[in-house]
């Protein structure tokens, strides 16, 4: 049986399902299996028509790294960038071929689910990708304008003369 927590879902292992009125046994090759109870079914259908609240989302190390690098003198923030991104094109491939893989059992209820946990992932890491092209830009543009332009400041044109 699983419960929301504020960290997150939480699966309660024997000793709670059993004290909280859950059933649990086992199957042939040592799998415990839970059984929701009554009031557990009452639980789940209002966690599953309670929508995920998003005013606090989850720490994003990666976004922490990033912020800390462009602040912290020394670390080269580029090389940050470059790899992570090389890490989570490497994720996406890996998701991209589990996907591939799993294809044949999205006929079933189980197969189905994994599909959709699949791309919740690859959505994360092509976003993650985003984020990271977009980080970059951001952070090259920022420091081309702090760069003083080299150019010769433009003259000053005498509202009399026209351009022909």
Known sequence: MAVEHRSGLHNLGPTRTGRDGGGAGSD???HVIYSVTEPGRGEVA???STPVQRTQPPRDELAIKLALAVTVPGVDVDAVIQAQRSATMAALQDYTRLKRAAQAKQEEPAGMAWSLVLDSFVFAAEAEIRWLDH????LRRAARERQPSSAPAPASVDPKVRAR
């Open 28 to 30: 042939d090759d040592g």
């Open 46 to 48: 209002a966690w599953f």
């Open 135 to 138: 980080s970059e830009a951001r």
